[in-house]
């Protein structure tokens, strides 16, 4: 089955640099690559998503980049802010049969 | 609108019991999934629901672990003789069809003593 690694699994930045999130995946089929953004005590919410058929994706100060080749995919958070402050997760799915979830990034921006 | 809700929110039971999970997906979402998170983990994948079906249920840890839709909506998670190591955080999301953006529920977090 699928195998998704994430690092780093704590990141702590100060505010207003830019924090990068790493995962790879193992299987090649997988073909969409949704981000949650988890603050404590709190569910998972989705951030940000790609699919197989595109590169990038930006929505404000975030973006998503995406390796098919290397099966990588990066989160990229730009201008960061306190409440940016959470555990963030990616994922890997093949057409949202199952969902195979990294082991989550803290990140901590300091003020 | 409303959002995925999930009962018990908080559920605390002895080991060797059995428990049921219930969500209530959004209104009109066809896909359905359970995930398992434990302390500071990510997310188990379990099991997903396409309608009232469920293809494919190799995410469930063990034959203890059951679960079941009806009429296209509400799910229930049953979890037959509890043990200790069952103790997390068990989440929905829904979503309007697979394909599409998951949406989670609060969550049950599930102590077994």
């Known amino acids: 089955g699928e195998n998704v690694e994430q690092h780093p699994s704590t990141l702590s930045v100060q505010e207003g640099d830019s924090a990068v999130i790493k995962c790879t995946y193992s299987?090649?089929?997988?073909?969409?690559f949704p981000w949650y953004k988890q603050e404590l005590g709190k569910r998972p919410q989705l951030i940000i998503d790609?699919?197989?058929?595109?590169g990038e994706k930006k929505d404000q100060r975030i973006a998503v980049t995406l390796n098919k080749t290397a099966k990588h995919f990066s989160l990229h958070i730009t201008e960061t802010q306190p409440e940016d402050s959470a555990v963030y997760f990616c994922?890997?799915?093949?057409?949202?049969?199952?969902?195979?979830f990294g082991t989550g990034t803290s990140l901590t921006v300091i003020p | 609108g409303a959002g995925v809700s999930q009962s018990p929110s908080n559920k605390v039971t002895e080991k060797g019991k059995d428990v049921e999970l219930r969500c209530d997906p959004i209104s009109g979402h066809t896909a359905l999934y359970w995930y398992r998170q434990s302390l500071g983990q990510g997310l188990e994948f379990l099991i997903y629901f396409q309608g009232n079906s469920a293809p494919d249920k190799s995410g469930l840890p063990s034959d203890r672990f059951s679960a079941e839709r009806t009429g296209g909506s509400v799910s229930t998670l049953t979890i037959q003789r509890t043990q200790q190591e069952d103790s997390a955080v068990y989440l929905c999301a829904s979503s309007l069809d697979r394909k599409e953006t998951q949406y989670f529920g609060p969550g049950t977090r599930l102590l077994v003593l």
């Open positions: 790609i699919r197989s058929n595109v």
């Open positions: 994922a890997a799915s093949i057409t949202g049969n199952q969902f195979y």
């Open positions: 299987d090649s089929a997988s073909n969409y």
